[in-house]
């Protein structure tokens, strides 16, 4: 083999070759520095997207909405962001640092094995683990916190955790709790249960207060009785069943929203009223486009208003019961004056005739004149027992409660019995009282008490008993009690004494009553605050005591002492000038019942110089009044054209005969139009039928 090294030397290369070559060389060292500029400019951009990629990432940690962490094995902290710092330094977050501290240290005593297990727990899912823990903060409160525990990179002790701070959802369920529980309340107060109809299946639930309303608390149903139908069937039959029945087919059908009020059956078998709502939900399409409805489900609110209906029929009822009560009082009041009107002749007939001279010479005339009377009067106090216990029924008693001295009363009422107790002769005996005694109370019906309760005791006393008045005080209050030797009451007569009407057998006796004076009685000194209390023995008699209110006796007391109204038109009188002259006395009576003015014509024609004139409405009474100048008007006021109110109205607009008295005259008892009279300035109120002696003093009395 030939030696390489004794090769000849290579061919030189012309000078002309060498130049080609070095601008080759020279081009593809310029191509290469290119090249290698480009590619340090690539490498530039790359650290500077990269500088900017991790200072994205440094910005998103730190101002991630979350807490994050990074921790090693042994809890130390790496990395945490702003929130996290905030979460577990709280306001310390700006003065201290987070890294290179336990996070252990961070959280409270109770919470650090829970974390430090969560951190070593081997084998976590790719989700994470969720642990809970309470951190130290601000002043050593404790906050509720949420650590999410990522999953280890393989090959890292590396942690990272998420925190989130649960306080807020924490308070938030204690109110939703909270909420929830004043809800279950309010609907055990309001008894307001819940239900919900599955069509398909066809499965009715319900609430437990709703089971409880239906009376099956506690109760497991079967299947069966939770169907539609079987809750069609748990309404009453008839009404309730038709329309339940009704709203849940329109409801499933065409989505129809229902509010009924229904009776349903409440276990075993009683009837119980509920509100029962309903709601429809309709069944959509994915594009939440509906098409024809379907039903995907009902649901609504149970709720029990038994009471509230109940409740409501009462005060109906209670409503229906005022008015029938109204018009009754309406119908008696009316009654009241149709029977008193015709009373006023008979009575009025009656009396003029007892005062005839030649009547009175006839001893059987005068008997048959007095039946007419006793029959009169008898008819008069059973109107007016019934018109008072109407009164008293109804709520319209006016009272005018003031200090009342019981004593002459009592003497008021022994003159109005004597007459009786003479026929009888029972003697009336009454026990001194220790001092003058006062009561509060309606004087005028306190007279109307004490004159039944003694008219009473000589009515149903034996022939030659006797009746005593005596006084009792205690407490504060007052008792007069009256005694007398009658036959005296069982108890169980004693039981029925104050029934309307009842009058324990005594219509037998042919003793004159209604049955209904005692109960009057009671209900009247009820009403002025007292009581009426019986006492009574068979064979030896009874006691009825009314208790009254003590009162202390006013500055003035002997002015309480007032004598009848009727003496007021005498008093107005005397100051009018049209009083004095030599010309008769001129009474003006303005009436449209022939049959009474024909009875003033009779009762007047017997007093000396006194003239009558007659106006039979109101509107003639005025143009009377204005022509005559009366000295007295007695004035009807149920008065056709213009009532006597307003009669009284324009006389006392007129200064000219605003003087002169007028006297109201008027078929309707009721207290309340006494009152109404006496604040129209009306100086009496005679109602009908008319008692002529107390009329024709009044008159009289004008001359003084």
Request: net charge negative; proline share 5%; aromatic share 4%.
């Amino acid at each position: 083999m030939p030696d390489s090294s004794l090769q000849a030397p290579p061919e030189r290369l012309a000078p002309a070759d060498s130049e080609d070559q070095a601008r080759r060389l020279l081009h593809e060292l310029q191509v290469h520095q290119e090249e290698l500029a480009l590619q340090n400019e690539t490498l530039t951009d790359t650290r500077q997207e990269l500088a900017r990629s991790l200072q994205r990432y440094v910005d998103n940690y730190e101002s991630a909405p979350v807490g994050l962490v990074t921790v090693n094995c042994q809890a130390v902290v790496l990395e945490a962001n702003r929130f996290s710092r905030d979460l577990l330094l709280g306001a310390d977050a700006d003065q201290q640092s987070l890294v290179g501290r336990s996070l252990l240290d961070s959280v409270a005593a109770t919470s650090r094995d829970a974390l430090w297990h969560a951190i070593h727990l081997p084998d976590a899912p790719a989700a994470g683990r969720l642990v809970q823990v309470r951190t130290l903060a601000e002043a050593g409160s404790q906050r509720p916190l949420q650590l999410e525990v990522r999953a280890k990179p393989v090959g890292d002790d590396r942690v990272v955790l998420a925190l989130s701070d649960l306080s807020e959802r924490q308070a938030a369920a204690a109110d939703l709790a909270q909420t929830r529980e004043v809800l279950e309340l309010s609907n055990r107060i309001a008894r307001i249960g819940h239900w919900a109809l599955e069509p398909a299946p066809d499965r009715m639930h319900w609430s437990a207060m709703a089971l409880d309303i239906l009376g099956l608390a506690g109760v497991q149903l079967p299947d069966s009785a939770t169907t539609t139908e079987a809750t069609i069937q748990r309404a009453r039959a008839g009404d309730s069943r038709d329309r339940l029945r009704a709203a849940l087919d329109a409801a499933r059908q065409h989505g129809a929203p229902f509010d009924l009020e229904l009776q349903f059956t409440r276990a075993p078998d009683q009837p119980v009223w509920v509100r029962m709502i309903g709601v429809a939900v309709a069944e959509q399409t994915d594009g939440g486009a509906q098409v024809d409805f379907r039903c995907r489900r009902l649901y609504g609110t149970f709720q029990d208003i038994d009471a509230r209906i109940l409740a409501e029929a009462g005060r109906l009822a209670q409503a229906r019961a005022e008015l029938a009560n109204q018009a009754k009082s309406s119908f008696l009041a009316r009654m009241s004056h149709d029977l008193r009107t015709p009373l006023n002749a008979v009575l009025g007939f009656s009396q003029l005739l007892a005062r005839n001279a030649e009547v009175y010479q006839s001893p059987s005339a005068m008997r048959q004149i007095q039946h007419i009377l006793d029959a009169g009067h008898h008819l008069l106090a059973m109107i007016d027992d019934v018109l008072d216990l109407s009164c008293i029924e109804a709520g319209s008693l006016r009272l005018s409660i003031e200090a009342v001295a019981v004593a002459p009363l009592v003497a008021e009422c022994f003159s109005l019995t004597a007459a009786a107790a003479s026929d009888r002769q029972v003697r009336l005996l009454t026990v001194a009282p220790p001092a003058e005694l006062w009561v509060l109370g309606d004087r005028t019906r306190l007279r109307q008490l004490l004159l039944n309760l003694v008219s009473n005791a000589v009515k149903y006393n034996q022939v030659g008993g006797e009746l005593r008045v005596a006084w009792t005080a205690s407490e504060g209050r007052i008792g007069v009690a009256v005694h007398d030797t009658g036959p005296g009451m069982t108890p169980d007569q004693v039981a029925k004494l104050f029934e309307p009407f009842n009058r324990l057998g005594a219509e037998r006796s042919g003793t004159a009553g209604t049955g209904l004076g005692l109960v009057i009685a009671r209900q009247l000194v009820e009403a002025m605050g007292g009581s009426l209390t019986v006492q009574s023995t068979p064979g030896v008699g009874s006691v009825f005591t009314a208790w009254l209110p003590q009162a202390q006796a006013p500055a003035g007391g002997q002015a309480s002492l007032n004598h009848h109204p009727a003496h007021a038109a005498s008093a107005a009188a005397t100051d009018s000038p049209a009083a004095s002259g030599p010309r008769p006395l001129r009474v003006l009576y303005v009436e449209d019942d022939l049959a009474s003015v024909e009875l003033m014509r009779y009762a007047i024609s017997g007093l000396h110089e006194v003239e009558l004139h007659v106006a039979n409405d109101g509107e003639a009474g005025l143009a009377a009044a204005r022509r005559l100048r009366p000295d007295l008007v007695l004035l009807d006021l149920d008065l056709p054209l213009l009532d006597g109110f307003a009669v009284r109205q324009r006389l006392q607009a007129d200064p000219a005969l605003a003087q002169i008295p007028c006297v109201a005259l008027s078929a309707h008892a009721m207290d309340g139009e006494i009152a109404h009279a006496r604040e129209a300035g009306f100086v009496d109120f005679l109602t009908k039928p008319l008692s002529l002696e107390p009329l024709l003093v009044m008159v009289e009395g004008l001359r003084s």
